[in-house]
């Protein structure tokens, strides 16, 4: 068993697909199959059901999806390690943020790094808040991006900007000429949701529950997990919802609405790590670029 197959099986498992995998990983597909096929030979253990053209993972496979992770990320950090005797940060840079600030707030930072360090190998993936926190806390990521608070207590989370969140609607609805919002406002619209897990979606909640309300009371039309297809769902309809106000002047069409009946919603975007893995130069090159804009607006170890 090799470090190389282990890579190819993680690629295939989340593509579900030889020839994707193949692409991601810049292989033929008969080179992605042999190291399959070499694999499963090897170890006497069927990790994937051929059924017709396609594949699925077998239960055997599915089981040892989290050893090879594992094994894997334990590499990744030894080639880190070396990567990090040289003087200048460089070698590889995983982080793992969540959409508002992956897609809004990080970018121009990722361009200041890299212009600074060109030798920093940066890749970046995208998800929710919880998604975030666990690839932090399972070795899959560096560094993680997040909005709002998080429920592990095992990593260190530093708030490093703010983020206000606001009602959007069409131009056309009801809402956006009436001056204060009640309650009952609030129970009479369609709703379309940030799915659950989201840092949106808690800040959401806490403002839900400032106004007397859950979400159980509301009317909820639709459960989505993006920003742009929440703002479509809401340009083409009568439904509302709240998001970054970085995000809701992105489409036209939308009509945005700071709250101004109740505290507006404020949530932190802050950055996790975890306390007890090395913490490499290119990390601590990220780090002090997050802080180049500005002072740090506050730390804490842990959930707040």
Do not use: C
């Not at 080639?79 to 970018?107: E, H, I, K, M």
């Not at 369609?190 to 509301?218: C, I, K, Y």
């Not at 913490?279 to 670029?289: G, K, N, P």
Request: no cysteine; proline share 4%; charged share 25%.
């Amino acid at each position: 068993m090799t470090l190389d197959q282990l890579r190819i099986f993680l690629a295939v498992a989340e593509r579900g697909h030889m020839t994707r995998a193949a692409e991601a990983l810049n292989m033929t597909q008969s080179a992605v199959s042999a190291a399959i096929a070499a694999l499963e030979s090897q170890s006497r253990v069927r990790l994937f059901n051929r059924i017709g053209r396609g594949i699925e993972l077998s239960a055997a496979g599915e089981a040892f999806i989290p050893t090879a992770r594992a094994i894997t990320a334990q590499a990744d950090l030894a080639r880190t390690v070396l990567d990090d005797l040289a003087r200048q940060p460089r070698g590889r840079l995983r982080l793992f943020a969540s959409q508002t600030v992956a897609s809004y707030w990080l970018p121009a930072r990722l361009m200041r790094l890299k212009k600074n360090y060109p030798e920093i190998e940066i890749s970046l993936h995208i998800g929710n808040t919880a998604q975030v926190a666990e690839a932090v806390d399972n070795g899959q990521a560096d560094l993680g991006f997040v909005e709002g608070d998080i429920s592990s207590t095992k990593l260190t989370r530093r708030v490093v900007d703010r983020d206000e969140l606001v009602l959007v609607m069409n131009e056309r609805h009801p809402l956006t000429v009436k001056q204060q919002l009640s309650s009952e406002d609030y129970r009479r619209h369609d709703w379309v949701l940030r799915e659950v897990g989201s840092g949106t979606r808690s800040e959401f909640e806490a403002h839900l529950a400032d106004m007397g309300l859950t979400v159980a009371e509301l009317n909820v039309a639709l459960e989505i997990p993006s920003n742009e297809a929440v703002l479509g769902a809401v340009a083409a309809s009568n439904g509302v919802s709240m998001v970054s106000s970085r995000v809701a002047g992105s489409l036209r069409g939308i009509h945005q609405r700071p709250v101004v009946w109740r505290a507006p919603p404020m949530r932190a975007f802050a950055v996790l790590s975890h306390p007890d893995r090395h913490r490499t130069r290119a990390v601590e090159a990220m780090l002090e670029t997050l802080d180049e804009p500005g002072k740090i607006l506050d730390e804490d170890d842990g959930h707040s």
